[in-house]
Every structure is written in C-alpha cells, then in structure tokens.
C-alpha cells in the first residue's frame, strides 16, 4: 500500500513538473486592442492567432513544449477578424492606401524545447518604432530573468536632422513613432523609401553584412534623438539592431510570462 501510495503521488505532482509554459496579455488600454502573433521561420501558429481584449481583457498563449520563436504586437480600431486596422495594420491584407509601417511596440520570446535546459531570451523591441507602452513580467524573478518595460509618451517623439519627423499620424493624432531606420526605409508617405545600404542607412539600420554590431555600436545611430529617447525613458528595451546590453534578457527554461500593454 505504501508503494502505490508513493507512486500515485508521483503520477499527480508530474503533470506540475512537466506543466506546459503561456504567455499571458493584458489589454489596460481605454480601448480594445487586438494581439497579432508572428511566428519565426515555420513553426506552428500560437491557438487561434489574432485574440481580442477589451478593455481588462486578458487572453494567455499556450507554448508548443517543442519550443517557440516569434513576436506579438497590437493592433487597434480593427475589424471582426482582427484585420483592416487603424494602427498596427501592418501585415497583409493592407488597406486600399497601403500596410501601415511596422512602427508597432512588438514583445519578442524564444522558447527553447521544453525541459531541455537551454534558457527562454525576451525582449521589448523598439527597433521598427513604439506606439503603446508594455511590460514583461517572468513568473520567476532571479538575476537576468527581470520585469522589462517601456512607457513612452508619443508626445516626445522626435525630429532627426537627416531623416526629418519621425511621428505617424493619422487622424490629426500620433499614433507611432518611427525609428530612425524604419523612417530611411520605409516606402512614402510614412518613410523615404531609401535602401538601407545608401548613405547613413547602413548606421541608422545595420544590416548584417557588411556592418558588424560592433561597428554599429559605435556608430551613428547611438546619437539619435530616438536612441536617446529611448535609453532615458526605456532603458531596458531594444532601440536598434544590436542594443542587446540593453534589451535582451534570459531566464531559466521552464517559465511563464505576463505581458500588459498600457501600463502607466
């Protein structure tokens, strides 16, 4: 009797042990807000894909525990399918005028396979652009395994001397603010629609090669105006392409997140 009494309680404490790893999002916004997933490479589309939360809403992703790589970011004023919005529209189907650039606060996870020891890296990355604020919070808080967050007033986005504005408006109203790379590249009205590869954008975009992220380190795009907006008021947040002292963070494999957009 004792040995079944010892190995039913090992058969009820296993599925806590090999527990699946989520995601949870809260919407503290004064108005919905749609979460959009973009998985990495191939790998599996997270539940039912785009979820809506209302205000206070919450809906939580299940992580395949054969790993995940992707980002989320949020989209508002959509339709019934979460598609045709009028911020954060930035993947097809694009509206008649066009894809929105993807000037989005995104929050990006890896998820190694679940129990193989490797860690799960996060990040908030403002490298396209920021519209609302967010934090991640790890269910484990220890060392490089922190909360991570970015609240920044669209209000103080500002004006490059080579690039010009780097607000996008629509309505009358900021509702984004463009990095400096994104505004070089990103096709008019929003952007100048110029290759990365010309000029100063290959300091203000870095792409891999030719530029090195040492060479990018030190280079123009840390002198900013929206680098330096962005390590003053978010310091623990991605500002270019290879702002990892800053913006990448790691914690032990079997974890969970909260990520809540619009946090004061």
């Known amino acids: 009797m004792r040995v079944f009494s010892t190995v039913l309680l090992c058969a009820l404490a296993l599925p806590a042990l090999i527990a699946g790893r989520n995601i949870k999002f809260t919407n503290h916004c004064n108005e919905p807000i749609w979460v959009s997933p973009l998985t990495n490479a191939e790998g599996p589309q997270l539940g039912v894909g785009i979820a809506k939360l209302v205000k206070e809403g919450s809906h939580t992703y299940q992580i395949p525990d054969s790993g995940w790589g992707g980002r989320f970011w949020p989209k508002m004023g959509c339709n019934a399918n979460g598609q ?67 609240a920044m007033s669209l209000a103080n986005c500002p004006t490059e001397r080579e690039v010009g504005d780097l607000r996008v408006i629509v309505g009358g109203k900021t509702v984004q603010c463009l990095s400096p790379c994104k505004k070089w590249n990103y096709p008019p009205p929003f952007g100048l629609g110029r290759p990365e590869t010309q000029g100063n954008g290959q300091w203000y975009c870095c792409p891999t090669p030719p530029i090195t992220p040492q060479q990018c380190r030190n280079n123009l795009v840390v002198n900013t105006e929206y680098v330096k907006l962005v390590h003053r008021d978010c310091p623990t947040a991605y500002s270019y392409s290879y702002d990892d002292e800053a913006g990448l963070h790691n914690c032990p494999n079997n974890v969970d997140f909260e990520v809540n957009f619009c946090i004061s």
């Open 84 to 150: 045709a919005c009028d911020v954060g529209q930035s993947m097809p189907p694009c509206k008649p005028a066009g894809c929105d650039p993807p000037a989005e606060t995104k929050v990006e996870f890896f998820f190694p396979p679940l129990g193989n020891g490797q860690d799960v890296w996060y990040d908030i990355s403002l490298v396209d652009g920021y519209s609302i604020s967010a934090a991640i919070i790890p269910s484990k808080i220890q060392g490089t395994c922190t909360r991570t967050r970015c």
